[in-house]
C-alpha cells in the first residue's frame, strides 16, 4: 500500500495486516491505494486502525499524480527524482514501493 499524509510525504506499507502497529490514529494519512491502485482509508480506534478499500474502481491517474508530488518535492534523497514509469498500474506500485526511499 502507498499512503500519504496531509502534508503529501509518502510511506510503503508491505503488510496491511500490521497497520494497526505502525498507525496509531485514523487521520495520520488522508489518502492511500492498495497494491491495485484502489483508494483505501483508516478506520477504528486509537491503536485499533485498520485499512479498507473503500472503491473497487482503481484511481491509477490520482495515485500517479501523489507519487509525482511526492517525488518532487519531498524525494530529496532519490537519485532521480523521477517515479517510476511502467504503464502497467500494479507494477508501477509495485515499483514505487521498492523505489522508495524513507526520508
Do not use: N, S
Not at 488522508?30 to 486509537?46: C, L, S, T, W
Amino acid at each position: 500500500m502507498l499512503l500519504f499524509d496531509e502534508k503529501g510525504r509518502m510511506f510503503v506499507l508491505h503488510e496491511p495486516a500490521v497497520a494497526d502497529e505502525l498507525i496509531d490514529t485514523v487521520d495520520e494519512f488522508v489518502e492511500g491505494y492498495d497494491g491495485r491502485g484502489h483508494p483505501v482509508r483508516a478506520y477504528g480506534e486509537p491503536g485499533r486502525v485498520i485499512l479498507a478499500v473503500v472503491a473497487m474502481e482503481a484511481r491509477g491517474d490520482e495515485l500517479r499524480a501523489r507519487v509525482a508530488r511526492y517525488y518532487a518535492i519531498f524525494a530529496a534523497r532519490h537519485p532521480t527524482r523521477v517515479p517510476p514509469q511502467e504503464a502497467d498500474l500494479a507494477a508501477f506500485i509495485r515499483a514505487v514501493a521498492d523505489d522508495w526511499i524513507e526520508e
